[in-house]
């Protein structure tokens, strides 16, 4: 049985997660997460968490499809428009460790330390990029943006095994396909500061996604589960877009990506289709 004592550390621990979630302006937001990372994490406590986190009330959200075209990087609104929708993803980024630690309970105690570590990277990615906008004279918000990130953390909302399959080992791994071509651009076109915090987001990032790979492989195990079976039929039935290329394979490879799965995700790639239509292509070869 649960020593009362504890039970009230592990409820505080979660309240205070609640808080930072719940958080709508940006600077209260970091500044509750690094407050978290000082005291370090011990167990969450079964409490409701939202189905919006708190965020401010700019940028605007609208569709994907009704974003601006991004200008070039060459230009100043062209990679201030680069850096705003990045600043995005990184605050949704902190949102998404603060919900994965809050919504799953019962889990080890090094599940919530890895991911109050990443809460506490993805606020200083955010606090970097949202620098370098105000250098610009403008701040994050300034430009519209979308949902995509917080909706896949609502798909994902009841399972643990899916959320580490799908945010750490789905979106936030295309991030480390990306970034290094984007860095090169900024370092071309003389932006340095913005090419070095890229380099910042593109090391931890790779920590971020071998932690999603980790604790996957983790619920697989304690589930009977084969972890690349698993992921593959994930893909197949929860991933709606398709498995863009080139894939960055050493950087996969330090976040937890097996051959077998990398070998999958290349030929997705190279038939550019989703990957449950490759599945369906196979399984029609076998018969005939």
Excluded at 122 to 135: K, Y
Excluded at 172 to 182: F, K, Y
Aim: glycine fraction near 6%; hydrophobic fraction near 45%.
């Amino acid at each position: 049985m649960m020593h009362v004592t504890e039970e009230k550390q592990h409820r505080d621990f979660a309240t205070e997660v609640l808080s930072a979630l719940l958080a709508t302006d940006p600077t209260e937001k970091v500044t509750h997460v690094r407050a978290l990372h000082c005291t370090g994490a011990v167990r969450a406590a079964l409490l409701p968490c939202p189905g919006v986190p708190g965020r401010p009330a700019r940028p605007e959200l609208v569709a994907p499809k009704k974003l601006p075209r991004r200008r070039a990087l060459s230009t100043q609104a062209g990679r201030f428009a680069l850096l705003h929708a990045l600043a995005h993803i990184e605050f949704n980024a902190i949102n998404l460790a603060l919900d994965a630690l809050c919504r799953f309970v019962d889990l080890p105690v090094a599940y919530y330390q890895d991911w109050l570590q990443v809460a506490q990277e993805e606020a200083e990615h955010f606090v970097l990029l949202r620098g370098l906008l105000q250098a610009m004279g403008g701040d994050y918000g300034d430009l519209p943006a979308h949902d995509g990130l917080w909706e896949m953390a609502m798909d994902t909302a009841t399972d643990p095994l899916e959320r580490m399959a799908l945010v750490p080992r789905v979106l936030e791994a295309r991030g480390l396909d990306v970034t290094p071509a984007i860095r090169e651009r900024l370092q071309e076109v003389g932006d340095s500061a913005a090419a070095a915090v890229l380099e910042r987001i593109e090391t931890d990032e790779r920590g971020h996604v071998a932690i999603g790979s980790r604790w996957f492989r983790y619920l697989c195990e304690e589930r009977g589960l084969d972890a690349e079976q698993t992921f593959r039929q994930l893909l197949q039935e929860r991933y709606r877009g398709r498995i863009q290329g080139p894939l960055a394979l050493e950087a996969r490879r330090a976040g937890g990506f097996s051959e077998q799965e990398l070998l999958w995700l290349q030929k997705c790639v190279a038939q550019n289709q989703h990957p449950a239509m490759g599945s369906a292509a196979e399984e029609k070869a076998a018969h005939v």
